[in-house]
T-cell receptor, first 115, second 112 residues
Framework: AQKITQTQPGMFVQEKEAVTLDCTYDTSDQSYGLFWYKQPSSGEMIFLIYQGSYDEQNATEGRYSLNFQKARKSANLVISASQLGDSAMYFCAMRYDTNAGKSTFGDGTTLTVKP | DVKVTQSSRYLVKRTGEKVFLECVQD?????MFWYRQDPGLGLRLIYF???????EKGDIPEGYSVSREKKERFSLILESASTNQTSMYLC???????????FGDGTRLSIL
């Protein structure tokens, strides 16, 4: 069965510093996708970044990058130059159904950016 | 831009009532999903649909049913609401498995 583990229930970071949010996954599939979403206190889920299992380069989107280590089954999110608006809950998810895009989500990490 | 609209942000119902949560999308996506979100448990898939009138159970379908009569609308039904169904419910859509899911704003449902 597919499983996502986020071991950090809460994290703090100083404004303008970088922070890494951990995500490990478990699957026996060869083809899968990894997603990170942000959920501010207002509740909406915002897509941040995607990494395919066959992608050789780590994904980057602006201040977000994904540190993908396939052999270790980890897909950590790195946020550079943290901003106060980055305070939110962050979810790692793994797509395990190529056709319909069914995904399993981790329990989330709450990030607080301190001024 | 992608738009997923859930009919209510907040809803209060009584035990035993039949509850309908509606979700409408304007992107012509084939796939639609219903999740519930509880503290410390992440998002858990209740049901999903990959086409009109097609549905499959997710991880926690007990006590729920769904309806998809039109491509743009996916309804979650609580047949006889119970207090353990108090939760945040999120609807999502996706074009295919390689695209991210697009979420509605969520419905915070309280069953008294």
């Amino acid at each position: 069965a597919q499983k996502i583990t986020q071991t950090q229930p809460g994290m703090f970071v100083q404004e303008k510093e970088a922070v890494t949010l951990d995500c490990t996954y478990d699957t026996s599939d060869q083809s899968y996708g990894l997603f990170w979403y942000k959920q501010p206190s207002s509740g909406e889920m915002i897509f941040l970044i995607y990494q395919g299992s066959y992608d050789e380069q780590n994904a980057t989107e602006g201040r977000y990058s994904l540190n993908f280590q396939k052999a270790r089954k980890s897909a950590n999110l790195v946020i550079s130059a943290s901003q106060l608006g980055d305070s939110a809950m962050y979810f790692c998810a793994m797509r395990y159904d190529t056709n319909a895009g069914k995904s399993t989500f981790g329990d989330g990490t709450t990030l607080t950016v301190k001024p | 831009d992608v738009k997923v609209t859930q009919s209510s942000r907040y809803l209060v119902k009584r035990t035993g009532e039949k509850v309908f949560l509606e979700c409408v999308q304007d992107m012509d996506h084939e796939n639609m999903f219903w999740y519930r979100q509880d503290p410390g448990l992440g998002l858990r898939l209740i049901y999903f649909s990959y086409d009109v009138k097609m549905k499959e159970k997710g991880d926690i379908p007990e006590g729920y049913s769904v309806s998809r009569e039109k491509k743009e609308r996916f309804s979650l039904i609580l047949e006889s609401a119970s207090t353990n169904q108090t939760s945040m419910y999120l609807c999502a859509t996706s074009w295919d498995g390689n695209q991210p899911q697009h979420f509605g704003d969520g419905t915070r449902l309280s069953i008294l």
